[in-house]
T-cell receptor, first 111, second 115 residues
């Protein structure tokens, strides 16, 4: 069945470091791909999305490119801040209501 | 826009007691989702409503769990009787439409502890 695999956390970086959080997926069709972020004590919120191959989603300095050939949607940011500390979830969805979630990756940024 | 509102934010109860969680979706959204989040199982979809009608409740763990949506602005998730393994964070989310590409807006969650 369809699934999403994320790199295990926690990922610990220093402020201004480059960030990559890996996400790969298994899908029988052509889903839309999402990154959601969960800050401490809050619900999830959409960070960015891409709906077809080669699309790049971007928001708040974060980027991810929908790569069909490698079935990946890695999250990147050029210079992280302490305020980026959160749990990041990769997810996929087809043309229905189901979001298939990755396990989440906790990111810790140290000043 | 106040976003999705959930109450209570924290609930501590004893095993066997009834628990009711409440959700007010964003006005104009016609899809509502209840999720449960635990360290062991991650994020699980419990039930999905479209236009106040339950469409998929296959994620509801067992008969002790029930959910209702009497109108477009209110939904409840009830656990009766509660058990310690129900301890989790329960999220309500809403969206304009459930279809692919549409953002789900999450509430802040209710942290449930069953002693």
């Amino acid at each position: 069945g369809d699934s999403v695999t994320q790199m295990e956390g926690p990922v610990t970086l220093s402020e201004e470091a480059f960030l990559t959080i890996n996400c790969t997926y298994t899908a029988t069709g052509y889903p839309s791909l999402f990154w959601y972020v969960q800050y401490p004590g809050e619900g999830l919120q959409l960070l960015l999305k891409a709906t077809k191959a080669d699309d790049k989603g971007s928001n708040k300095g974060f980027e991810a490119t929908y790569r069909k050939e490698t079935t990946s949607f890695h999250l990147e940011k050029g210079s992280v801040q302490v305020s980026d500390s959160a749990v990041y979830f990769c997810a996929l969805s087809y043309s229905n209501y189901q979001l298939i979630w990755g396990a989440g990756t906790k990111l810790i940024i140290k000043p | 826009d106040a976003g999705v509102i959930q109450s209570p934010r924290h609930e501590v109860t004893e095993m066997g007691q009834e628990v009711t969680l409440r959700c007010k979706p964003i006005s104009g959204h016609n899809s509502l989702f209840w999720y449960r989040q635990t360290m062991m199982r991650g994020l699980e979809l419990l039930i999905y409503f479209n236009n106040n009608v339950p469409i998929d409740d296959s994620g509801m763990p067992e008969d002790r769990f029930s959910a209702k949506m009497p109108n477009a602005s209110f939904s409840t998730l009830k656990i009766q009787p509660s058990e310690p393994r129900d301890s989790a964070v329960y999220f309500c989310a809403s969206s304009l439409s459930a279809y692919s590409g549409n953002e789900q807006f999450f509430g802040p969650g209710t942290r449930l502890t069953v002693l």
